[in-house]
């Protein structure tokens, strides 16, 4: 069961048109028809994952950066827990970026994100990230615009740092619609133990949905290069989402190919003989 | 199913005896005939620690630290990705501590560790730990007896502080013997996919196998306190192992009793009538 990825990746340069690419598309695939096929896959590409990443830990040269970005309650918590959740916690790191602090807004926009890079032989997971600084505030116009222009250059060179050290960066934007979000907080707002995600101030980010859109879109022409692709992931279904981004995340493993590193020394002369 | 986990317990002041410890107990259960119930349990256990974990998140008050030591090739990794593995990725984050750098060694031995203690809401797992600076450089003289000695007042100090925050302080030791050890590292020369985890050093350590124990024992007499209380979990059947440190989990998440917060606005006022 192969899904086309490629399809999802924008094109360096490319205005992808949000409204137009289907938040729900699952290429074919029923919920209940396929269900088992899909979650055998699903647990297919788990195990691959965890195989690539013990390689990827002994080999020690190479980094995954996955950057996860979102409107509210498209699932980026969810897409945390059910598709990395799978993954070896010894090397893989998730770091959530909230409002900035006074001292991360005492430095660069790009400070307090590069701290978090992953290190050789680690996965690194960014749960919003540099990106809010050209999404939630140029729709706040928190700064001028010209600002905004140039992040888009800064966010490419960082990247193109990034990838040259070794470290392969894959931005995925969890595509849903305006009708699905309000679905997502009707949700939350129904069940006691979901309460705490929700927050009135959601509803003023929401009604600036278009001015969000417009802003990914921006985003995601300006900065998906050939170094560091931005790939939007129907995200309505679930099961789909946690599919795609399985499959993404193994090719990109695969591609980056990781190695057990050759023994420095002779491992027939070990233990040697008569040891206690 | 329920382990006695007190008999693991050291008693503050009480220098366990680790030789008279059976490594290999597993409290009258049997690999093959307790199979089934033991994954069941474990399974479920898992499922309770997320749960568990999320409350833990979303209260945002109160944080764990699992503190892992042992001899190499104890199962310290395998731990890691069996029990921990099961957690959400979100709120967990492992760290490994290895031969310290010169700008760690730089500062006090508790410096290095001190920048990485879980912040609320998160479970922090220290996989070595400063308890390293109390074992190897203790058993090779690195640091006067002197220094040792005071060090185990710090890391009660540091480990009280760590409390007194609202940091759940759990150390293990996972407890193998010296046969254990050589049958692992046996294995890991066979298989060619485990060579980067042999050192020809670790035969070195081996060698002093006598004088880790003896520092061990030491440091865990010093160092276990009703703030922050070592287990010696015998940890030749991984099955076992992970039965208990999975129950040891559950329990002290179950204690820490992590809350829902209640929501600062009215639930029922949201969404508004006639949102869009």
């Given at each position: 069961m192969k899904i086309d990825l490629d399809r999802y990746r924008i094109r360096p340069g490319k205005r992808p048109d949000l409204g137009r690419r289907?938040?729900?598309?699952?290429?074919?695939?029923?919920?209940q028809d396929d269900r088992e096929k899909v979650e055998e896959q699903i647990a297919e590409y788990q195990e691959r994952l965890r195989a690539l990443q013990e390689r990827l830990y002994a080999e020690g040269k190479q980094s995954l950066l996955v950057v996860l970005q979102a409107m509210d309650a498209a699932g980026k918590d969810s897409t945390v827990k059910h598709v990395l959740g799978?993954?070896?916690?010894?090397?893989v790191r998730v770091w959530s970026f909230k409002t900035p602090t006074k001292v991360e807004l005492s430095?660069?926009?790009?400070w307090r994100v590069h701290k978090h890079?992953?290190?050789?032989?680690y996965v690194g997971v960014f749960n919003?990230?540099?990106?809010e600084d050209v999404l939630i505030v140029k729709v706040h116009g928190w700064v001028d615009k010209d600002t905004i222009e140039r992040r888009y250059d800064h966010i490419n060179h960082f990247e193109e740092l990034l990838a040259d050290g070794g470290t392969r960066v894959v931005k995925i934007m969890l595509h849903v619609s305006k009708e699905y979000q309000l679905g997502r907080f009707r949700r939350r707002l129904r069940k006691p133990e979901k309460?705490?995600?929700?927050?009135?101030?959601d509803l003023t980010e929401r009604a600036l949905w278009n001015e969000y859109q417009d802003a990914f879109e921006i985003a995601l022409k300006k900065t998906s290069t050939e170094a560091a692709p931005w790939f939007v992931i129907p995200s309505e279904e679930r099961w789909f989402r946690n599919l795609a981004i399985s499959q993404l995340l193994v090719k990109t493993l695969e591609e980056m190919d990781p190695q057990f590193p050759a023994p420095d020394f002779d491992p027939a002369a070990y233990p040697p003989e008569g040891i206690e």
């Amino acid at each position: 069961m192969k899904i086309d990825l490629d399809r999802y990746r924008i094109r360096p340069g490319k205005r992808p048109d949000l409204g137009r690419r289907d938040s729900a598309n699952t290429q074919g695939l029923d919920k209940q028809d396929d269900r088992e096929k899909v979650e055998e896959q699903i647990a297919e590409y788990q195990e691959r994952l965890r195989a690539l990443q013990e390689r990827l830990y002994a080999e020690g040269k190479q980094s995954l950066l996955v950057v996860l970005q979102a409107m509210d309650a498209a699932g980026k918590d969810s897409t945390v827990k059910h598709v990395l959740g799978g993954m070896n916690p010894n090397n893989v790191r998730v770091w959530s970026f909230k409002t900035p602090t006074k001292v991360e807004l005492s430095h660069d926009f790009l400070w307090r994100v590069h701290k978090h890079a992953p290190g050789a032989g680690y996965v690194g997971v960014f749960n919003r990230s540099h990106y809010e600084d050209v999404l939630i505030v140029k729709v706040h116009g928190w700064v001028d615009k010209d600002t905004i222009e140039r992040r888009y250059d800064h966010i490419n060179h960082f990247e193109e740092l990034l990838a040259d050290g070794g470290t392969r960066v894959v931005k995925i934007m969890l595509h849903v619609s305006k009708e699905y979000q309000l679905g997502r907080f009707r949700r939350r707002l129904r069940k006691p133990e979901k309460h705490w995600k929700f927050n009135p101030a959601d509803l003023t980010e929401r009604a600036l949905w278009n001015e969000y859109q417009d802003a990914f879109e921006i985003a995601l022409k300006k900065t998906s290069t050939e170094a560091a692709p931005w790939f939007v992931i129907p995200s309505e279904e679930r099961w789909f989402r946690n599919l795609a981004i399985s499959q993404l995340l193994v090719k990109t493993l695969e591609e980056m190919d990781p190695q057990f590193p050759a023994p420095d020394f002779d491992p027939a002369a070990y233990p040697p003989e008569g040891i206690e």
